[in-house]
């Protein structure tokens, strides 16, 4: 599957994004979904990640009550709000899909996921 993000760019201290992407498959329904981001010389960071029914979501413990995952299987999309944002939220931010499987184990692994979008950069000013 082909993943394309958006939504991206420059933002003050505690304000808010919401990133979108979009997927080539129609059968999104068949993969997880998730978010990372990655910071320059840092290694791939879990943000957040959605089941294939959207119904089961876990996330990062630095995003978790303020970042938000979503996705419509019927539209090919995966968001991510971000509320009150923060300096140390600047990094650039990836969709990842894999094929669904039994349980959710890895989906916070980077590793365990087998298709990626290009990325879109965040900034957060202080």
């Known amino acids: 599957v082909q993943l394309q993000a958006s939504g991206g760019g420059l933002v003050q201290d505690g304000g808010s994004l919401r990133l979108s992407c979009a997927a080539s498959?129609?059968?999104?329904?068949?993969?997880?979904m998730a978010w990372f981001r990655q910071r320059p010389g840092e290694e791939r960071e879990f943000a957040a990640a959605?089941?294939?029914?959207?119904?089961?979501?876990t996330y990062g413990l630095s995003v978790k009550g303020l970042f938000t995952i979503s996705r419509d299987n019927a539209k090919n999309t995966l968001d991510l709000q971000m509320n009150l944002l923060k300096p140390n939220d600047t990094a650039r931010y990836y969709c990842?899909?894999?094929?669904?499987?039994?349980?959710?184990?890895?989906?916070?692994?980077?590793?365990?996921?087998?298709?990626w979008g290009q990325g879109t950069q965040v900034t957060v000013s202080s």
């Open positions: 498959e129609r059968t999104l329904s068949t993969y997880d």
């Open positions: 959605v089941r294939w029914g959207g119904f089961t979501t």
């Open positions: 990842a899909a894999r094929r669904r499987g039994p349980s959710s184990d890895g989906l916070t692994d980077h590793r365990r996921f087998t298709s």
